[in-house]
């Protein structure tokens, strides 16, 4: 179940990056809707990946944690932001997905 925990608390990390992003040139109300909803976002994830290190190993839930906040935001980027997806940009993700797994693989 703490697995679970922290994919939902890497995916509201995506979240706040998301927000971070969409935040950039906003004034007024909207800004502040944007800064909002990032704050929201990073208490949950924190929230949840408290919950999550209560019986997983803090290196490893960490690490996949922000993993899937890397691989997340980058993703998130490309389809969402047009941002370039390049070969090396590809296999740097792709080896970061590998790692992740691997770790969840070899953990306790």
Sequence with gaps: MNWILLVIAGLFEVGFTFCLEK?????GMAMVGWYSA?????VISMLLMM???????????????????????VIMG??????????????????LISSIIGLKLVSH
């Design 23 to 27: 935040v950039k040139g906003q004034t």
């Design 38 to 42: 990032f704050a929201i976002c990073l």
């Design 51 to 73: 919950k999550a290190i209560q019986t997983l190993p803090i290196g490893t839930a960490y690490a996949v944690w922000t993993g899937i906040g890397a691989v997340g935001s």
């Design 78 to 95: 490309i389809v969402v932001f047009n941002e370039p997806a390049t070969f090396w940009r590809l296999f740097f993700i792709t080896t």
